[in-house]
């Protein structure tokens, strides 16, 4: 392993998450600031103050635990308390109490609070930070898509395996008892074209594939193109048990979720892969595939955890689609820019595909209708507008502001399992991480 390549790769990606986390932060202070709220500080980071400065009425600063950022915005919660019925306003008081009192003395003479702002303001502030999120991920993933291009597979061969291993075991190496792969026996070489087989035209890799999946023990002839000469090579698939596919190319499960083999034919050759762009289209597709898919992740968030829980204290196999923690992800970002395997452009596509999924996962995450992540914050605003509404059709009186300050409790309660789960994943990502390579 290229050790400082690894180093290169972390620091990059350590640096892309500070400049995603400071501009999550930046969509929150430039509205805020714009309805003329003071900001008393804008930090990257939790924990002790690395460095700060004071420019105006903010301070600017960075914090020792790189697991987040916040803008402080004065008058959060009403500073006083209002007759409810609401359990946590009895078992609760002195923490909602606190949480008024420092609400409250944060807020400079004739400033304005947070509650006093208007809905529709209140909204744009805190989507500000998620939506941010947003356009960095549907940026990064346009320069990924549209510039870079995406990995298609060409009628080449790029590599042709020496003997013939069960699809059940991991090893990559041949042992004496392999047969020899037919592609080998036949003389098929890295850098030959598949122009056809058995007379059909070949202009996909998925066309030949086809074709050989379904010839087992049965001889081909596969015309091929070597260093401009063109000439045709017999072939014997050999039929032996390989993971099926559906139409999409995803393995195939069982009731268990095990994945199910069949016999088929196999030669033992593997696709070159050129880069080609996509159109935007493509980009918004890729977006939206990646906000359903950490949505569907949060949902079985309860399930996924347990899974990690197993990984860590009991050897279980992590899962390569589950939850990571920022020390995770930036193994991951260590490993892209340390493997021989890839190709530069492919390390600087890897990058960018991590930073661009991280940002997407953020603006989701942060829209969870959950104090104190944006969402809930957001789900408070509206369920105020809704109050307001419904009071005006009835001819009430306006209910006023909605006071979140009750819900510090449940607050309190959502960060220590935010961060009983930031310090699990942590845990996993260092004894049990997960590889891609």
């Known amino acids: ?32 600031r714009r309805f003329g709220l003071t900001v008393p500080q804008f ?39 209002r007759p409810s019925r609401w359990w946590g306003g009895r078992v609760f008081r002195g923490l909602i109490q ?14 304005r609070p947070f509650y006093s702002l208007p809905v ?37 061969i790029q590599a042709v395996s020496e003997c013939v291993i069960p699809a059940t075991e991991t090893r990559t190496e041949c042992a004496a008892t392999d047969p020899e792969s037919p592609a080998a026996a036949a003389g098929l070489k890295p850098g030959d074209r598949v122009v056809a087989i058995d007379g059909q035209p070949v202009t996909e890799w998925e066309q030949g594939t086809a074709i050989i999946r379904e010839s087992g023990n049965t001889e081909i002839t596969i015309s091929i193109e070597r260093e401009g000469v063109a000439f045709d090579i017999a072939v014997t698939p050999m039929l032996v048990d390989r993971y099926a596919v559906d139409s999409a190319g995803n393995l195939v499960l069982d009731s268990d979720g095990n994945p199910v ?10 696709p070159s892969f050129q880069r080609e762009p996509t159109d935007v289209g493509a980009v918004f597709v890729t977006v939206g595939d990646a906000v359903v898919g950490t949505g569907q992740m949060i949902l079985n968030l309860p399930e996924k955890l ?16 589950g939850p990571l923690s920022v020390v995770g ?16 452009t492919s390390r600087v596509a890897g990058l960018i595909s991590v930073l661009a999924s991280l940002n997407i996962a ?31 059709w009835r001819g009430k009186p306006d209910p006023g502001p909605v006071d979140t300050a009750v819900l510090v409790p449940i607050t309190i309660a959502v960060t220590v399992l935010l961060l009983g789960m930031s310090l699990l994943l942590i845990y996993a990502d260092i004894v049990n991480p997960v590889t891609i390579f």
């Open 1 to 32: 392993m290229d050790i400082w390549g690894y180093v290169a790769g972390v620091l990059i990606f350590v640096v892309g998450i500070a400049l995603s986390i400071g501009l999550h932060e930046l969509g929150h202070f430039l509205p805020a």
């Open 306 to 321: 347990g899974q990690i829980w197993d990984a860590s204290f009991g050897g279980a196999e992590r899962d390569m689609n």
């Open 120 to 156: 529709w303001q209140r909204l744009i502030i805190m989507f500000g930070g998620p939506f941010m999120n947003l356009i960095i991920g549907t940026v990064l993933f346009g320069v990924l898509l549209l510039g870079i291009g995406v990995p298609q597979t060409t009628t080449t």
């Open 98 to 111: 606190d949480a008024r009192d420092a609400s409250s003395e944060s807020l400079e003479a004739g400033s």
């Open 362 to 392: 953020l603006f989701v995450f942060n829209l969870v209708p959950l104090l104190p992540l944006d969402g809930g914050h957001i789900a408070a605003a509206l369920w105020e507008g809704v109050r307001r509404r419904i009071a005006t």
């Open 43 to 81: 930090m990257i980071g939790f924990g002790p103050t690395l460095w700060s400065t004071k420019r105006g009425d903010t301070e600017y600063g960075i914090k020792a635990i790189p697991l987040g950022g916040y803008v402080s915005i004065p008058g959060m919660y009403l500073p006083e308390s």
């Open 261 to 270: 083999t069949q016999p088929t034919g196999y030669i033992g050759v593997g």
């Open 329 to 344: 992800v930036g193994r991951i970002a260590g490993e892209i820019t340390s493997s021989d395997a890839i190709t530069d």
